[in-house]
């Protein structure tokens, strides 16, 4: 039986039948850093990447992959990232790493989102995993009482995002409608983004699971 971390690898690999050219955008991550890792092999094939956050940064370069700023990219053929939770309408739940603003602002420019997940993140219902709520510090206590308003309980993370902001992982929310609550948290005054990625869900999902590498498409 495949350990998660060897699922992880599997589907990362499976990924780079969708490298194709050009500039890719490349997430963060556990299986985010298997994907790079494969990425490596086959790096004459792209002409760099765009990273959403500054460890991938840091790994695409320590192979000697290029990395462009996104502001001198037009748009993106592909993401390929990890998530956290994923439903079978392709809503996701991201940012447990804490790079949940960099990586939905690489996704919105890209043609095609490819979700890379081993079977543990598919889930019914998204909100088992906290969901992370990236906040201007100064706002962070008037943000978590909103939050709470909401039924949610926010729990102030350790951790500063490479933007400079903190992250509220909240837990309790019934997140019935996605769609929805992503856009009801980002309106709160304070908030950068959170970690639901409904409004713009992946295209492709390919999960490993024990029985090999299954593809799922919106
Ligand atoms: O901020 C982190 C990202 O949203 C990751 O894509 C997510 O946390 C999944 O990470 P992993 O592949 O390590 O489970």
Redesign the pocket.
């Known amino acids: 039986m495949a350990t998660q971390d060897e699922l992880?690898q599997q589907v990362a690999e499976a990924a780079i039948a969708y490298v194709k050219e050009g500039i890719i955008g490349v997430?963060?991550?556990?299986?985010?850093?298997y994907f790079i890792d494969a990425l490596a092999k086959v790096k004459g094939k792209i002409d760099g990447a765009v990273a959403?956050?500054e460890a991938t940064a840091q790994r695409l370069r320590s192979h000697g992959i290029p990395v462009f700023d996104l502001n001198s990219v037009d748009s993106l053929e592909i993401y390929v990232?990890?998530?956290?939770e994923i439903t079978e309408h392709m809503h996701m739940l991201?940012?447990?790493?804490?790079?949940?603003t960099r990586?939905k602002i690489v996704a919105a420019v890209a043609k095609k989102f490819i979700c890379?997940?081993?079977q543990t993140?598919l889930v019914p219902v998204l909100g088992a995993f906290p969901l992370?709520v990236e906040v201007i510090p100064m706002a962070q206590s008037q943000v978590a009482r909103a939050l709470v308003k909401l039924g949610g309980i926010p729990k102030l993370r350790d951790f500063t995002t490479d933007n400079g902001n903190k992250i509220l992982d909240v837990t309790g929310l019934k997140i019935m409608d996605p769609v929805a609550l992503e856009a009801q948290i980002n309106q709160l005054v304070g908030v950068v983004t959170n970690?639901l990625f409904a409004a713009r869900p992946a295209d492709v999902l390919l999960l490993a699971t024990q029985d090999g590498v299954k593809t799922y498409q919106r």
């Open positions: 992880k997430g963060t991550g556990s299986t985010a850093n959403s956050s990232d990890g998530a956290d991201k940012g447990g790493g804490g790079a949940l990586e890379i997940c081993d993140k992370p970690g």
